[in-house]
């Protein structure tokens, strides 16, 4: 137990319900919400909203017939149509082995090689810097830098580089800039790439990240802890890998805050036309309000009803225009009678979820707070700002409060268990925790209990893989998650607070492993449970192409012989 360990308020933009209650100096940890209403509730109501689109996310998985896909019990024809279509090896187009294959040692021999090809790529990714750097460093010995000459020793090199590799000048460029950067800045990184444990576009977002950093020891420093920690890092998508890397420089160089501060200065909305009736917004916000905004036009584009015609995109547009008009829904195109998009009440209001220490909020402490849902950082003297209009709500550390009684976690522990993970847990995935479902890491039905040692965030698509796919997962006390593939391979997830705000990853409590049950009993009824898709991949692809074939050729025969008749499940055309 850690005793008001971890403490502090949400808070929202609207107003200040309360203040934080930090009750034990540096380790005091405050979750915020902003609540921000970005659309206003006055004007004309549009008809729709469609209870549909907020059901639950469809998933990415191959669609297949209904089979028991339960580790060493599956069997049958389930998913073949796909494998038997593309695979060529003879292991996955044996249609009756292949969900068995998947579970047993086969396949891990596959993805071994996998593996080991990855790694000879991010190993010659740094061969290939490191000879750069080789040449690089032999012309600057020859000729020196020739800094004053309009072509120099680096636009010489660069020349050089580029009829060799047979590539544009810019990325040559490039190649000869990481290498500079390996050899110079990052040597130790640099190594991590030579031996293959990170790839090249991780590389590359680290040089990117540090490059601020003057102080040659600080940079040491920085390079050092990163090289600590970056073969580590499992599956880091760009976003979070950027934010990561910019917690660890944020840390060892207060300068490159102060630097965003002033980029925040910058903030602006500029629209000019760009003729035939559309115009263009660009715009730099400060992080919540965009990501509210962003929320409000993905909210404003489901109020329409399944047979709208138009895009997300084209929706998210037309959003712009109906927020600016202060409407609460968007007008369905669907043209139908009985339109059903009316009959469901508007979005909610945009609520942004802020973590931040106690000490960020009252402007005490530099530590940089997170957004649930974004990478980014967000500095502390911007908090401060942010908190005093917001509603703060308490963020407890459950301690070793014991499991909950019900299936559904209570509102604290949700929010405690979300603050922890920030986004989804599974390998890779960097959705946000508030879109996540809070999963049973032992299922419920199994005697696992509702508690945050035994709770993670997984999003839909990830909480049907792990559920339907063969991947189990281990959780420990910290809110680490050791996952095993089908093939048998181990993955190691971390909380995603861990670095930031280490303190909500103190131990929830070791918990007795449950009862075992038997099983098998529910698996029968599993591959039903099944979300099923409305529309195959393959029938998607072809009405892509068929859309897109018959535009070409109307195209076409309009510029040969005046426009085309229409075909009869056209729109009329405009005259
Ligand atoms: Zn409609
Ligand atoms: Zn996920």
Request: proline share 7%; charged share 20%; glycine share 8%.
């Amino acid at each position: 137990m850690v005793p008001g360990a971890v403490a502090g308020g949400w808070f929202g933009l609207h107003e200040l319900n309360s203040a934080t209650e930090a009750t034990s100096g540096t380790n005091a940890v405050a979750a915020a919400t902003f609540r921000r209403v970005v659309g206003l509730t006055m004007g004309r109501a549009y008809p729709g909203d469609d209870a549909g689109r907020n059901g639950p996310r469809r998933s990415g998985i191959i669609s297949s017939s209904p089979a028991t896909m339960r580790a060493g019990t599956a069997r049958g024809a389930a998913g073949c149509s796909y494998l038997d279509r593309y695979g060529a090896l003879d292991i996955l187009s044996e249609p009756a082995g292949i969900i068995e294959c998947m579970f047993d040692g086969s396949s891990a021999v596959l993805v071994e090689r996998i593996a080991a090809a990855a790694r000879a790529e991010n190993q010659a990714a740094g061969q290939r810097l490191a000879v750069i750097g080789e040449l690089d460093v032999m012309r600057l010995r020859e000729v020196g830098e020739r800094e004053t000459w309009c072509t120099d020793t680096q636009e010489a090199v660069t020349a050089e580089l580029a009829a060799a590799l047979t590539t544009t000048q810019a990325l040559a460029a490039s190649y000869l800039y990481y290498s500079r950067a390996m050899r110079l800045r990052l040597p130790r990184v640099g190594a991590l790439l030579r031996a293959g444990y990170i790839d090249y576009r991780m590389f590359q977002t680290i040089v990117y990240r540090t490059d601020l950093i003057t102080d040659p020891d600080v940079m040491a420093a920085v390079d050092a802890q990163l090289a600590a920690k970056a073969a580590r890092w499992p599956g880091m998508t760009q976003g979070r890998l950027a934010a990561q890397v910019d917690r660890i420089v944020a840390r060892a160089d207060g300068d490159a805050l102060r630097r965003r501060r002033e980029r925040q200065a910058g903030r602006e909305v500029s629209i000019w036309d760009s003729g035939e009736g559309l115009t263009e917004i660009f715009g730099r916000l400060i992080t919540t309000d965009a990501h509210a905004v962003d929320a409000r036009l993905d909210a404003l584009a489901a109020t329409v009803c399944a047979g709208d015609p138009r895009t997300r995109n084209q929706r998210r547009a037309d959003a712009m225009g109906a927020l600016a008009a202060g409407a609460d829904r968007l007008a369905c195109r669907c043209a139908r009678p009985d339109c059903p998009a009316g009959a469901t009440p508007p979005p909610v209001p945009v609520v942004i979820h802020v973590i931040a220490e106690a000490a960020s909020l009252d402007g005490t402490a530099a530590t940089p707070a997170s957004m649930i849902g974004a990478d980014a950082l967000i500095p502390a003297e911007l908090i401060a700002d942010l908190a005093r209009s917001a509603t703060l709500r308490p963020l407890v550390h459950p301690g070793d409060a014991p499991p909950e009684a019900n299936y559904t976690p209570s509102q604290a522990l949700a929010d405690f268990v979300r603050c922890r993970d920030l986004t989804c847990r599974f390998p890779g995935c960097d959705r946000p925790a508030r879109h996540c479902d809070l999963d049973h890491t032992i299922a419920y039905a199994d005697g696992g209990p509702t508690h945050a040692s035994n709770l993670t965030c997984l999003c839909r698509q990830h909480h049907l893989i792990k559920t339907f796919w063969g991947w189990h997962d281990h959780q420990l006390p910290d809110g680490t998650l050791i996952w095993t593939a089908p093939s048998g391979q181990t993955y190691i997830t971390t909380p995603g607070s861990a670095l930031l705000f280490p303190t909500l990853c103190v131990p929830t409590g070791q918990l007795a492993p449950p009862q075992p049950t038997p099983t098998g009993s529910r698996c029968a009824d599993r591959a039903a449970m099944m979300p099923q898709r409305r529309r195959t991949r393959a029938q998607n692809r072809t009405a892509r192409i068929t859309a897109e074939r018959k535009h070409n050729r109307q195209t076409r025969q309009a510029a040969r012989s005046g426009p085309a008749p229409p075909d009869t499940d056209d729109e009329p055309p405009p005259f």
